[in-house]
């Protein structure tokens, strides 16, 4: 398991002498990062610690001991970094969609199935059969089954693997196997909930036509909590693994994309996020949802009952830069050096890479345009064409795909009069530049580099009393991009390629 450690602001020169803090888990599609935070949401300490997925063809497994054994080594790390600082609660927050069977004792059963696993197809074709698309979309906010939805990966497990769909207790999201770890409850919350197909954002609850369709007892799904709700005392055992002592509450979170929008001050229409992370995710807030026929925009329940997000969503993002790096650029370091580096090579090449564009597509496409079959493509390249031009071409693409995203928003009437970028993109003054420049708009990066982990640290001092109920946090900046005008021309120009590239390729991805 690599690991990257970035060390916070010293403790002292933030709050004075150590204290209660609150411990946060925020676990990605290929890192774990344990973040301790003080009672004021000031970032204390982060640590990363990444770890391999297993992938063949349209499968993406990863085993639960590798979530436990980052967890492990990170919250260690960020205590060592922290001294005298002491965790009075812990918060969790992950990715959506990943899920196990587990036994009795939360044992996964066999390894987890990622988000980004599409095996699924065949059963999503028959669940089709069953639930009517427009129907389905009005109930859970999902644009589409496909074979990436959890509720096809259980109809998928139930037929190809029966020996364990028997054997298995419950089924767990990967939150939900965290909190089990720790407190020996199995429990869920419902912002995670809403990524799986089986729950209702009507009646706040499971869907018994969904769960009835794949043959899934409703039985085998945990308890529904709210998010920011106790789900339990942390156990003497996992207690010691983690260096803390039992009996700390340990407090039900919410979905990564929902925490980040909770800490980014996305909750009341006009303010929207954006997270360059593994994936890129758009969240914009809304009090009444629209569930408009033709393309279907993801609605997700908020963490905020009452609420909801509209969430576009384009499935690789940071993971096309990293499979790039990882690739192409062997040569380069891993971690933010590596990222560094390629920074530093596409600063050198103008806006529209001479005419070499991306199709960001490497797990298929949600939006704009639901195409599952989609694939990456690199076209335009030359004799001249040097690896510098294709990684700033990946980069350009993740900045068409937000313009897009703007563009169903203003169809949704959900205006982004801020924005705020999250993830390990906003990092990159080169990469802000480009979507500015790109979309025409500025992008904000909160004072907070860690908005996902901040916002499940905000719902677990709720939980545990360490933060007035309700309060939110002030959303300040550390930086802001505008865009350049004398870039519009050439980014209209490389947009308008994209666009036609998408569509002169699209008739080809049903063919293979």
Same mark, same amino acid.
């Given at each position: 398991?690599? %690991?990257?450690?970035?060390?916070?602001?010293?403790?002292?020169?933030?709050?004075?002498?150590?204290?209660?803090?609150?411990?946060?888990?925020?676990?990605?599609?290929?890192?774990?990062?344990?973040?301790?935070?003080?009672?004021?949401?000031?970032?204390?300490?982060?640590?990363?610690?990444?770890?391999?997925?297993?992938?063949?063809?349209?499968?993406? #497994?990863?085993?639960?001991?590798?979530?436990?054994?980052? /967890?492990?080594?990170?919250?260690?790390?960020?205590?060592?970094?922290?001294?005298?600082?002491?965790?009075? $609660?812990?918060?969790?927050?992950? %990715? !959506?969609?990943?899920?196990?069977?587990?036994?009795?004792?939360?044992?996964?059963?066999?390894?987890?199935?990622?988000?980004?696993?599409?095996?699924? #197809? =065949? #059963?999503?074709?028959?669940?089709?059969?069953?639930?009517?698309?427009?129907?389905?979309?009005?109930?859970?906010?999902?644009?589409?089954?496909?074979?990436?939805?959890?509720?096809?990966?259980?109809?998928?497990?139930?037929?190809?693997?029966?020996?364990?769909?028997?054997?298995?207790?419950?089924?767990?999201?990967?939150?939900?196997?965290?909190?089990?770890?720790?407190?020996?409850?199995?429990?869920?919350?419902?912002?995670?909930?809403?990524?799986?197909?089986?729950?209702?954002?009507?009646?706040?609850?499971?869907?018994?036509?969904?769960?009835?369709?794949?043959?899934?007892?409703?039985?085998?799904?945990?308890?529904?909590?709210?998010?920011?709700?106790?789900?339990?005392?942390?156990?003497?055992?996992?207690?010691?693994?983690?260096?803390?002592?039992?009996?700390?509450?340990?407090?039900?979170?919410?979905?990564?994309?929902?925490?980040?929008?909770?800490?980014?001050?996305?909750?009341?229409?006009?303010?929207?996020?954006?997270?360059?992370?593994?994936?890129?995710?758009?969240?914009?807030?809304?009090? /009444?949802?629209?569930?408009?026929?033709?393309?279907?925009?993801?609605?997700?329940?908020?963490?905020?009952?009452?609420?909801?997000?509209?969430?576009?969503?384009?499935?690789?993002? !940071?993971? /096309?830069?990293?499979?790039?790096?990882?690739?192409?650029?062997?040569?380069?370091?891993?971690?933010?050096? !590596?990222? /560094?580096?390629?920074?530093?090579? $596409?600063?050198?090449?103008?806006?529209?890479?001479? !005419?070499?564009?991306?199709?960001?597509?490497?797990?298929?496409?949600?939006?704009?345009?639901?195409?599952?079959?989609?694939?990456?493509?690199?076209?335009?390249?030359?004799?001249?064409?040097?690896?510098?031009?294709?990684?700033?071409?990946?980069?350009?693409?993740?900045?068409?795909?937000?313009?897009?995203?703007?563009?169903?928003?203003?169809?949704?009437?959900?205006?982004?009069?801020?924005?705020?970028?999250?993830?390990?993109?906003?990092?990159? $003054?080169?990469? %802000? %530049?480009?979507?500015?420049? =790109?979309?025409?708009?500025?992008?904000?990066?909160?004072?907070?580099?860690?908005?996902?982990?901040?916002?499940?640290?905000?719902?677990?001092?709720?939980?545990?009393?360490?933060?007035?109920?309700?309060?939110?946090?002030?959303?300040?900046?550390?930086?802001?991009?505008?865009?350049?005008?004398?870039?519009?021309? =050439?980014?209209?120009?490389?947009?308008?390629?994209?666009?036609?590239?998408?569509?002169?390729?699209?008739?080809?991805?049903?063919?293979?």
């Amino acid at each position: 398991m690599a %690991q990257t450690q970035t060390a916070a602001p010293a403790a002292a020169a933030l709050t004075g002498r150590p204290g209660p803090c609150i411990a946060v888990l925020d676990a990605g599609t290929t890192a774990v990062k344990a973040c301790l935070f003080s009672p004021r949401l000031e970032l204390l300490a982060c640590s990363v610690q990444e770890y391999t997925l297993c992938t063949q063809g349209e499968r993406a #497994e990863a085993r639960g001991e590798q979530y436990k054994a980052a /967890a492990r080594a990170g919250l260690a790390a960020a205590l060592a970094q922290a001294p005298g600082w002491e965790p009075a $609660a812990i918060g969790i927050t992950t %990715q !959506g969609e990943t899920l196990a069977p587990v036994d009795a004792a939360g044992e996964p059963l066999r390894p987890f199935l990622v988000w980004l696993d599409s095996r699924a #197809e =065949a #059963e999503a074709r028959s669940l089709q059969g069953v639930l009517e698309g427009e129907a389905f979309y009005q109930t859970t906010g999902l644009p589409e089954i496909s074979g990436a939805l959890p509720l096809a990966k259980l109809l998928w497990l139930r037929k190809n693997e029966p020996e364990i769909f028997a054997r298995t207790h419950k089924i767990l999201l990967l939150e939900d196997y965290l909190l089990h770890w720790l407190t020996g409850r199995f429990v869920s919350e419902k912002s995670l909930q809403t990524s799986t197909g089986w729950f209702d954002l009507h009646s706040d609850g499971l869907w018994a036509q969904g769960l009835a369709a794949a043959g899934i007892p409703a039985g085998l799904l945990p308890e529904l909590l709210e998010c920011g709700e106790p789900a339990g005392l942390l156990l003497p055992g996992p207690a010691a693994e983690l260096g803390l002592p039992p009996g700390i509450p340990v407090i039900a979170g919410a979905m990564d994309q929902t925490a980040a929008a909770l800490a980014a001050g996305c909750t009341r229409p006009g303010t929207v996020t954006e997270t360059t992370g593994t994936a890129l995710v758009m969240a914009a807030c809304t009090d /009444a949802p629209v569930f408009r026929s033709g393309h279907h925009v993801t609605i997700y329940r908020h963490a905020l009952p009452g609420k909801y997000l509209y969430l576009p969503i384009g499935n690789t993002a !940071g993971m /096309a830069l990293r499979w790039f790096r990882d690739e192409f650029c062997p040569d380069l370091p891993e971690g933010g050096a !590596g990222y /560094a580096a390629l920074d530093a090579m $596409a600063q050198k090449i103008p806006c529209g890479c001479e !005419g070499v564009v991306f199709l960001p597509f490497l797990s298929g496409s949600v939006d704009p345009d639901a195409c599952p079959e989609a694939r990456a493509a690199f076209f335009g390249a030359r004799l001249s064409t040097t690896r510098a031009h294709l990684a700033r071409s990946v980069m350009e693409s993740v900045a068409f795909l937000l313009r897009d995203f703007f563009a169903l928003l203003d169809s949704l009437g959900c205006p982004a009069e801020a924005v705020y970028s999250l993830g390990g993109g906003a990092r990159s $003054a080169l990469w %802000q %530049q480009i979507k500015a420049d =790109a979309c025409g708009r500025c992008f904000r990066v909160p004072a907070c580099s860690e908005a996902t982990a901040m916002g499940a640290a905000l719902l677990a001092g709720w939980g545990c009393g360490l933060i007035s109920l309700g309060v939110l946090p002030a959303c300040g900046e550390s930086a802001a991009c505008l865009p350049n005008p004398d870039n519009a021309p =050439a980014y209209e120009k490389a947009y308008g390629l994209y666009k036609s590239l998408y569509e002169a390729v699209k008739p080809l991805y049903r063919r293979f």
